[in-house]
């Protein structure tokens, strides 16, 4: 398929993900709902990573560390 | 070598490989055709199922390969169809639920105010599904043509303003829009040339209508002579002829088994012979589509434990087969269905509707094609709407047979008979099939016909589409799976000039929806060319080259370059 510009490649896309999720045979303003319902419950779940991903991570990193690099600092800790 | 049902050989057929007086392995050019098979399958084990049967395993069973292929459907496409129904599903809740309450207005039938408290007549499946997602797509069928359904047709252009509630024409009519959907195998379906003629002739004399039953007033000489040239085209003994091919099959069987006899039927037969045996009163039994293990198994079962409740034997077994089976384009196992029915002494029942005139080498159908004898299948049924261009159903085999029939089928009682010029269609076109007519135009079509298949079938194949059934058959199913790509594909085809038909679900499993292209011998190369283009710029558009098997050689070809390679003495 050849595509001349990037704007057509998109719409293409839009296409595709009309055909695949079923959307194509729905009347416009049943597509609206469907559209916006997705759009919100993809943007809720972006916000939530972006918000929670870096805190989460950095806790399991502590975490983990505690187990492995904790121990001979107490050793040590004790033996003085 | 691959360890399927239709490989292993019933019991029977030991004694007739060794009555050959050699052995397989001795023969060179069959262990040159054990081993370039062997070779091949050992390439392709891939999680597809293709069988192929070689001469070799079968003796004397196959006089050539019968390739058929049901590719497995691929994971990604399956999930995004049930996930596509389960939105559409939800949908369909949304809009019941606005009808109900009467925020919107309900368009289709439903119950009358006084009646909302009785048992409700419309909230099965079948009503839910027609209500929510057929009449959504429905402007891909009941498309009314002007015109004779040839090779092109011309279609009426209509649009829906209320999405497809209800239909406007605009008045301008499509031209010479392919036809890929019409059951014109053969091309007679034309308002020119000899056929045409006849029956206009024949209206002339005869007039349109006969005004009665084929017991009563309406038998006509002409009904006589089509009923000798039936039987002598199929080879049989005699043939009765019926005004329509649905009620042949839905009323013959029951006059043919009652209570007391079992009817061995295949998964994927037609409404008619459901709906037969089903009037019938017989017991019903359903072996695996064109599994021969299943079949020999419920026959042993059968004999051996006899009818259900006193154990008696049954009265009769009627085995009943179609020729091609129209929505997965495959062709019956003949030659193991005979030698089996012979084995356990059954009856046969050969629906030809789709096969009649489209297969063999000679045009009398699937028992030509598989080389067999017709005197072999007990009751021979086929219609003549498919490659003779007419209407109606035959039913052909012995002599006592038919005149049982004659008087106690339903069809032949009641139903009014065939219209004289419809007869005179078929006449003349069974006669240019058979060369009576001195030309050889119905055999340049038989074999047109058989060209122009597989040329279809193997470049939609190599295109990357999943393609069902046999390589011969005319009938060519590829599978869509999702149900917004049966409209999509549908309607972009139309744009660009070519009908197709697309079935959903009622008519095949609710993921495996397919366009079914029925091609035909009055198609030339030109237009194939141009509808395998087309087909090819949709499927890229649509997304529908879903295949993953690569490309082989057939079976024929593998036979030219290295079949005198590996005889060694």
């Not at chain 2, 009555?19 to 050992?42: D, I, M, Q, T």
Request: aromatic letters at 10%.
């Amino acid at each position: 398929m050849n595509f001349k510009n990037l704007k057509e490649y998109l719409a293409w896309l839009y296409y595709q993900y009309l055909l695949i999720t079923g959307i194509y045979v729905l009347e416009p303003w049943e597509k609206s709902i469907f559209n916006s319902i997705l759009f919100s419950v993809i943007t809720m779940v972006i916000y939530t990573s972006y918000v929670f991903v870096p805190i989460h991570v950095r806790l399991a990193l502590e975490f983990f560390s505690g187990i492995f690099g904790g121990q001979p600092e107490s050793t040590m800790a004790l033996m003085n | 070598m691959t360890e399927s049902p239709s490989t292993k050989p019933a019991n029977g057929d030991v004694c007739q490989r060794v009555k050959n007086g050699l052995k397989p392995e001795r023969n060179g050019l069959a262990k040159s055709l054990y081993r370039c098979h062997e070779k091949k399958s050992k390439h392709h084990r891939q999680p597809e199922e293709e069988e192929v049967n070689a001469t070799s395993h079968h003796g004397v069973l196959y006089s050539r390969p019968f390739i058929e292929s049901y590719e497995q459907t691929p994971m990604l496409p399956a999930v995004f169809t049930y996930m596509s129904y389960g939105i559409l599903t939800i949908f369909g809740y949304l809009r019941d639920f606005l009808r109900y309450w009467k925020i919107e207005r309900c368009n289709i039938a439903g119950e009358k105010e006084e009646q909302r408290d009785f048992v409700p007549l419309y909230q099965d499946f079948e009503n839910f599904y027609t209500r929510n997602i057929y009449i959504r797509i429905r402007d891909n069928w009941n498309r009314p043509l002007c015109g004779v359904p040839g090779p092109t047709m011309d279609l009426l252009e209509r649009t829906s303003p209320d999405y497809n509630w209800t239909f406007a024409q605009s008045g301008r009519v499509l031209q010479d829009v392919i036809n890929l959907g019409s059951y014109n195998y053969l091309g007679f379906a034309e308002n020119k040339g000899a056929c045409a003629d006849a029956a206009a002739e024949i209206t002339m004399k005869y007039g349109v209508g006969v005004a009665s039953t084929r017991q009563e007033l309406g038998n006509l000489d002409r009904h006589e002579e089509l009923e000798k040239l039936v039987a002598r085209f199929l080879g049989v003994e005699s043939a009765m002829s019926f005004g329509m091919g649905f009620a042949t099959n839905s009323m013959n069987i029951p006059a043919l088994s009652g209570k007391g006899c079992l009817l061995l039927s295949d998964e994927l037969n037609h409404a008619s012979l459901v709906l037969g045996a089903r009037l019938s009163g017989s017991t019903i039994r359903v072996f695996k589509h064109n599994n021969m293990q299943s079949l020999e198994k419920l026959l042993r079962e059968a004999i051996v434990h006899g009818q259900p409740r006193t154990r008696r034997p049954w009265k009769k077994i009627l085995i009943v087969v179609e020729g091609i089976y129209s929505m997965e384009g495959s062709i019956v196992r003949l030659p193991e269905m005979i030698a089996l029915k012979k084995r356990y002494k059954a009856y046969l029942y050969l629906d030809e509707a789709h096969s009649i005139g489209a297969l063999g080498p000679r045009g009398r159908g699937v028992v030509d094609y598989f080389g067999l004898d017709p005197g072999d299948v007990d009751v021979m049924m086929g219609t003549f709407t498919k490659s003779f261009g007419a209407a109606g159903g035959y039913i052909a085999g012995k002599r006592e047979l038919i005149e049982y029939l004659r008087s106690h089928s339903h069809s032949a009682v009641y139903a009014s008979s065939m219209s004289p010029p419809v007869v005179e269609q078929v006449i003349t076109s069974m006669k240019c099939i058979m060369g009576e007519d001195g030309t050889t135009i119905g055999c340049d079509r038989v074999h047109q016909l058989a060209k122009n298949a597989v040329y279809f079938r193997r470049n939609l194949q190599k295109m990357g589409f999943i393609i069902y059934g046999n390589e011969d058959s005319p009938v060519v199913p590829m599978m869509l799976y999702m149900p917004a790509k049966i409209a999509a594909f549908s309607r972009e085809m139309l744009k660009r000039n070519i009908g197709v038909v697309g079935v959903g679900f009622p008519a095949t499993p609710i993921i495996e929806s397919r366009a079914r292209f029925c091609i035909s011998a009055s198609h030339t190369k030109d237009v194939l060319d141009r509808a395998l283009s087309v087909i090819s710029e949709v499927g890229d558009l649509v997304n529908l080259k879903y295949s993953r098997q690569k490309i082989q050689p057939s079976v024929a070809r593998s036979f030219d370059d290295n079949v005198f390679e590996d005889i060694d003495d």
